[in-house]
């Protein structure tokens, strides 16, 4: 498989794949503008879909399902799903993929057990926000979930010592107030709220969320760099230990329950909607996030935020007022800014005392753009609900 950075490029090509740069220029351009258009809509519809589709299916009338029992759905989709990938890659090879599968998981079994970790996270993670989503309107949960920036940056600043540009600590500081005006315009009251919603415990599940992100995150990049298995692997691992633990969570929380009126109790299409856009929609994230960048990939929150709150005001009478559109604007504004390579946010800086045009940042030869130097931020190749993603792919 190729190589994905942190930026989105793919360092090495593996068989089969087209090379750009062997393209002539004007087709290599044009194809590589058409992926990036494309990456846009997926992240974005990405990003929106599975929040609105949950909200959506927790607010219906009627049975309630238990979102232990959607989470551990999903868990054994994605495994399964990574499982096909990788007997596709063995050239549907059995017996290949049987000795593969003996010498990455059980004859490596250290690398396996590293993982179970941050799949205790993740699982934790999944569970939480359900919770913050039933509690809080789609357009609320999806400005507030951006705190995660902010929880991945300074985890990377404590566990990988990296260091975060004045432009990128200033967008923090914006990404904050605005979360904070959000969560003071709900607070307030803005807008008709069901009788079950406590926006309570909905802000205090969407910042254990977005604690366990930003921590699983940068503790799965630190254990896992320099580690050898492709993506699919990983998140088989993952999903393993994954469906493990999401069962015993089950069994924990709702296990009576469940026992009661049936492990589907209150799924409805609308609710396998939800199980399969968790399961598939990260993985086809990681398909097309090797065409976009970290500017890009801010753009899509962005728009995924305007969409939410868009999609919001028609399916559940979301009322937008003066305050949550100033808080959205200044979270939108942080995302965008935090994306910047360091490069670009020079430029930026430059263009104060400069009318001369646009600034083009010039690296030197032989080193990678600045989106897969400085501005990598420990974070992973991941949209919600499917934080599991690599931020490098090597060979399986």
């Known amino acids: 498989m190729a190589a994905v950075g942190a930026g989105g490029s793919t360092a090495a090509a593996g068989p089969g794949a ?32 599975l929040i609105l589709s949950i909200r959506y299916a927790r607010t219906l009338p ?49 690398d396996t057990l590293k993982l179970a970790v941050p799949s205790l996270i993740y699982t934790l993670q999944n569970n939480l926000q359900y919770v913050a989503i039933s509690n809080l309107p789609a357009a609320t949960f999806q400005v507030t979930y951006q705190l995660k920036i902010l929880t991945t940056a300074l985890f990377s600043v404590l566990m990988l010592n990296r260091s975060l540009s ?57 254990i896992l760099k320099g580690s050898s298995g492709s993506v699919w692997l990983r998140n088989l691992q993952l999903g393993l230990f994954g469906t493990a633990l999401g069962l015993v969570g089950l069994w924990w929380a709702e296990g009576t329950a469940v026992a009661r009126r049936g492990f589907f109790f209150g799924y409805t299409p609308a609710v396998w909607g939800v199980v399969l856009n968790q399961a598939f929609g990260g993985l086809l994230v990681a398909v097309v996030v090797k065409y976009a960048d970290n500017i890009l990939k801010g753009f899509a929150t962005s728009l995924s935020i305007v969409l939410s709150t868009a999609a919001s005001i028609r399916l559940f009478g979301f009322h937008v007022d003066p305050l949550f559109a100033l808080g959205a604007g200044l979270v939108i504004g942080a995302v965008y800014l935090y994306s910047l390579p360091r490069g670009a946010a020079k430029a930026i800086a430059s263009t104060s005392a400069s009318t001369s045009g646009p600034c083009i940042h010039q690296q030197p030869p032989g080193q990678p753009p600045p989106s897969q130097l400085s501005s990598h931020r420990g974070d992973l190749i991941t949209e919600p609900f499917l934080p599991k993603l690599l931020t490098k792919v090597k060979g399986s």
């Open 18 to 49: 087209v090379s750009v740069g062997a393209l002539e220029p004007g087709t290599a351009s044009a194809a590589h503008r058409r992926f990036k258009y494309i990456s846009l809509a997926v992240l974005v519809v990405q990003n929106a879909s």
């Open 62 to 110: 009627g049975d309630r399902f238990f979102a232990t029992t959607a989470v551990v759905m999903a868990e054994v989709l994605k495994g399964l799903t990574c499982l096909l990938l990788l007997f596709a890659q063995k050239r549907g090879n059995v017996k290949h993929l049987v000795l593969f599968l003996h010498e990455a998981v059980l004859v490596q079994y250290v």
């Open 166 to 222: 004045r432009l990128q600590w200033a967008s923090l500081l914006l990404l904050f107030t605005g979360v904070a005006i959000v969560q003071a315009q709900q607070a307030g009251g803005g807008g008709p709220r069901p009788l079950d919603q406590n926006p309570g415990a909905g802000l205090a599940a969407v910042v254990a969320s977005c604690l366990s992100s930003g921590f699983a995150g940068v503790y799965f990049e630190k």
